[in-house]
Every structure is written in C-alpha cells, then in structure tokens.
C-alpha cells in the first residue's frame, strides 16, 4: 500500500493519465443516469398509453426511483469510504445496468416499478462514488476545472436525453415502443464496467470504518415517512395517517442526530458525518440543493405533462423543444465555474437564481398569452433564459458544498449532497399532486383538458419562481468566494485538519 500523501503529492505519469481516463468513465456514469431520468420523463405518456399505467404508476416510475435513490444515497457513500469507492462504483453501474435491462424487458406497469426502484437503489450505490472518486483524486487547485467539466456534463444528459428518448420512442425500433431508453444502458454499463476495473484506483477513508447499521435503518425509514406519503397522498385522498406519518419523520431525524453523536464519539464511524454541518458552506450549500430539488421535481413533470397531454405534441417535438434549455444549460454551466465564478464568487449563484425566476415568469406570461395555440419557437425564450440561470447554479454549487470538506469524509459528503438534492426531487414529485393536478378536476370532458392543462402548469410555474426566489434567499449564507479560489484554501474550513490528514488512502 502506498502512502497517500506522497501519491498525491507528486504523481507519476502514468498515474496521472490514469487519473484522467477514470474522470472520463466516473462522468459517463453520471451521464448515464442523468439521461435515464429525463428519458424516462419524456417517454412517461408512452408509457401510460402503451402499458395502460395508471396515474399511480406514473408516478411511481419516476418517485418509485428518486425514493429509492434518496434512501441509499448516504449509506452508498459510506460504503464507499469503508471498502472502496472504486469497488462500489463497479457494483453499483453493474447492478445498474442489470435493472436497466429488466426495466425494458418489464410484462407489466408493477414489474416496471419495481424495476425502476431496483435502478434507484443501485444508483445509489454508483453515484455518489462519482463525486468522491473525484474529489479523493484531484487537486484542489484542479477541481475547478473537474466540476466545470461536471456541470457540462449534466448539460449535455439534459440535451440528449429529451432528444434520445423522443428519438427511440418516435422510431419504435424492433416492436419495442418504449423499451429501448432503458435497454441503451446496457452498452454503455458494460463498457463502464469493463473500463472501470482497468483504469479507477482504488480509494478509501484513511482510518478504519465501520458501518453504522443503526443509522442506515434510521435514515431510510426517516426518509421513507417523509416521501411515502406525499408520492402517495393525492391517490389515496390525502388521509390522516399520511400526516402522522410525515410527522414522524421529524422525531426519527431528531433520534438519528442524537444517535450519531453518540456513534461519533464512542468510534468516530457514524453515518451521517455531523461535523461536516459545522463547515458554513457546506450547511449552506445543502440548504440551497434541497430547494432546488423541489424547484426541479415540480418543473421537469410538469413541463412533459403540459407538453404532451395539455397541448397534444408528439415525444420528438417536446423533445426538440427543450434542446434551448439544455444548450442553455450547458453553456452557462461551463462559463459559470470557469470563467464568473473566480471573479464575482456567490454573486454568480445568486444571479442564476433571480435568471431562472426570471425565465418563469416569462414562461407563465407566455402560457397565459398564447394559450393552447403556442409554438415550439415561442417557448425558447423562457427556456433559454431558465436554462442560462440553472447552469450558472448547477455547477459551482457542488464545488461550493466540497470545497472544505476533509477529504476522508468526501464519500459522506457526496452521498449527503445526492440525498439531498433526490429528497427535494421527490419532495417536488410529490407536490406536483398538490401544486398541478389539485388545480384540475380528476374528470374532465375532453375539450377542457388541454386549458386545464394550461391552467394547472401555470399554477405549477407560481411555485417555481417562489422557489428560485427562496433559493436566492438562502444563497447569502454561502461563502462569498468558494475556498478552493482563496489561497491556502486546502485545509481551510476544519480545525485541526492537515493536508497528510485530508489524503485519502489510495489502493493498488
């Protein structure tokens, strides 16, 4: 076993490509999954239609994934910072793959549910390696320039999967209908797993872990009484129970963080790793990930339901619709951590903030005034300006949160960061209930379906832009300039911590 900090200290060559070549297979991961959730989202009418799915279904094909996603995210992370971030990865894109392939070759609506629910699961334990694979590997004078490429990436998922689902579900390739956006994983799985296994090193905590089973049963059935019943309410006419239940999640929090001080202090292996809470940016950071989760979990649904049902449009031509959006995205993703973001610091997160409010009111002005008669070219403008807002959020905020983490917690911070940000998208989910179809009738006559349909994605869009504005609220509580663009930024943020401390340990 070599010493981590003479590793990192000066690479060799050799050691240094492989770097580089393992950023290219962990980002094709998270690719694969951010295409998988907006190809699911564009193809959920097909779905409905083709396999006769209830709204239920519906719901659960997209909330039945984010639950399970949120639910494992903290206890993946862990998992890799005790036996190997490189070791989870390869289960998790394997399981992935696996429950990619029975999602497209699912009999029923309740088979494709549960599928859906086994690719949260494994997700869960492939994503959040992503981030800590990266940020155990680099610098932190290069990991500006990683998450700007990051920020890319979740660009360039929201541009191909909207297009990529619109295209195999339009072409119906071999009989399949719909089947084909999940089965398009399974070459891209094995690639990764193959290439993974040559070119990841190793890496895990520097000191012995263990897992703290206790917290892993309260943090998944804390989130699961959260989300249950919201995913559920609406379906079940929002009943009691559902309310006590909810209720109850806050009592099992509370006794998870009274639990995993104790746990800390009596072997220092909890977890949720507490003390990252008391690093301002990343509390900060987590506050505003969880807002615009929600933001994003009432949109993305809404917008493919307005699109589709409200207004009649085939999957390509919603598709190609929101390829200004994703463009967007992209762009100002990459301009963000690159260019603004060393300059004007938290201004630039803030501005993306106010940019995206902006581009919702302007998409709610433009609903009202063209009504069901509104073209594809008519939406670019607020789609572009919301797209332009959310890269320049995207991508810095995920530097912001682990620019001071100690670097031997960086699998708990991702596996918080990803939690988070699932919880608030399936928070969102299940306000979609409340905030679009609690605005309509559950039995309309076919003529008023579409202005219904216009009418409730309004109402949805309300909610958004007081969520971006929320959000640019809470941003003032991030650190003006990320520490990583501060000098002798490395070490700053966590008493006591220095650089040898901060060095993961680095296998094989």
């Known amino acids: 076993m070599t010493s981590s900090s003479s590793t990192l200290a000066s690479p060799r060559p050799e050691a240094d490509r492989r770097r580089w070549f393992a950023l290219a297979i962990v980002m094709t991961a998270a690719f694969?999954?951010?295409?998988?959730?907006?190809?699911?989202?564009?193809?959920?009418?097909?779905?409905?239609?083709?396999?006769?799915?209830?709204?239920?279904?519906?719901?659960?094909?997209t909330a039945g994934y984010a639950l399970a996603f949120a639910a494992g995210l903290i206890t993946g992370g862990r998992l890799g910072d005790i036996y190997g971030r490189k070791r989870l990865f390869l289960i998790g894109i394997g399981g992935f793959t696996l429950a990619s392939a029975l999602c497209g070759f699912a009999v029923n609506p309740d088979m494709l549910v549960a599928s859906r629910i086994l690719?949260?699961?494994?997700?869960?334990?492939?994503?959040?390696?992503?981030?800590?694979?990266?940020?155990?590997?680099?610098?932190?004078?290069?990991?500006?320039?990683?998450?700007g490429m990051f920020g890319a990436i979740v660009g360039l998922g929201a541009v191909s999967g909207p297009i990529l689902?619109?295209?195999?579900?339009?072409?119906?390739?071999?009989?399949?209908?719909?089947?084909?956006?999940?089965l398009i994983n399974l070459p891209v799985g094995i690639a990764g797993l193959i290439l993974g296994r040559k070119f990841i090193t190793e890496s895990k905590a520097p000191h012995a872990l263990k897992l703290d089973l206790v917290g892993v049963v309260l943090v998944t059935l804390g989130l699961l009484m959260l989300l249950y019943p919201l995913t559920r309410g609406r379906e079940l006419g929002w009943p009691t129970w559902g309310y006590v239940v909810m209720a109850g999640a806050l009592v099992v929090f509370a006794a998870l963080v009274a639990y995993e001080k104790r746990k800390a202090a009596r072997d220092g292996s909890p977890l949720v790793e507490l003390s990252l809470f008391k690093v301002k940016s990343f509390a900060a950071g987590i506050a505003?990930?969880?807002?615009?989760?929600?933001?994003?979990?009432?949109?993305?649904?809404?917008?493919?339901?307005?699109?589709?049902?409200?207004?009649?449009?085939?999957?390509l031509r919603a598709g190609l619709t929101g390829v200004p959006f994703s463009i967007a995205v992209s762009a100002a993703a990459g301009m963000s951590v690159q260019m603004l973001v060393p300059r004007f610091g938290r201004k630039v997160l803030q501005a993306g903030a106010l940019i995206m409010a902006a581009g919702v009111l302007i998409y709610i002005w433009e609903a009202e005034r063209y009504g069901m008669s509104i073209a594809s070219w008519q939406m670019a403008l607020p789609l572009v300006v919301m797209g332009a807002g959310m890269g320049l959020i995207v991508a810095p905020l995920t530097d912001a949160i682990l620019s001071e983490?100690?670097?031997?917690?960086?699998?708990?911070?991702?596996?918080?960061?990803?939690?988070?940000?699932?919880?608030?998208?399936?928070?969102?989910?299940?306000?979609?209930?409340?905030?679009?179809?609690?605005?309509?009738?559950?039995?309309?006559?076919?003529?008023?379906?579409?202005?219904?349909?216009?009418?409730?994605?309004?109402?949805?869009?309300?909610?958004?832009?007081?969520?971006m504005t929320a959000i640019f609220l809470l941003m003032f509580?991030?650190?003006?300039?990320?520490?990583?663009?501060?000098?002798?930024?490395?070490?700053?943020?966590?008493?006591?911590?220095?650089?040898?401390?901060?060095?993961?340990?680095?296998?094989?």
């Open 165 to 182: 689902g619109a295209l195999l579900t339009e072409w119906n390739l071999f009989g399949l209908e719909w089947r084909p956006i999940f």
């Open 119 to 147: 690719q949260g699961a494994m997700a869960a334990l492939m994503v959040p390696q992503v981030l800590s694979i990266v940020h155990a590997t680099f610098p932190a004078h290069e990991r500006g320039k990683v998450f």
């Open 405 to 467: 983490v100690p670097r031997e917690h960086s699998g708990s911070a991702s596996g918080l960061i990803n939690t988070v940000q699932q919880m608030g998208n399936a928070l969102g989910l299940g306000l979609v209930s409340v905030v679009f179809f609690g605005s309509m009738s559950d039995h309309l006559p076919g003529p008023e379906v579409g202005p219904a349909f216009v009418d409730a994605f309004q109402n949805a869009l309300i909610w958004v832009a007081v969520v």
């Open 288 to 315: 505003v990930q969880t807002v615009f989760g929600v933001g994003l979990g009432i949109f993305f649904l809404v917008w493919t339901l307005y699109m589709q049902v409200g207004l009649g449009w085939s999957v």
């Open 32 to 61: 694969m999954d951010l295409v998988d959730v907006t190809i699911v989202n564009v193809a959920i009418p097909s779905i409905q239609r083709d396999e006769g799915a209830s709204f239920s279904h519906i719901q659960w094909i």
């Open 477 to 508: 509580a991030l650190p003006k300039r990320p520490a990583q663009h501060v000098e002798g930024a490395e070490t700053a943020g966590t008493p006591g911590i220095t650089p040898r401390d901060k060095a993961p340990e680095l296998v094989g």
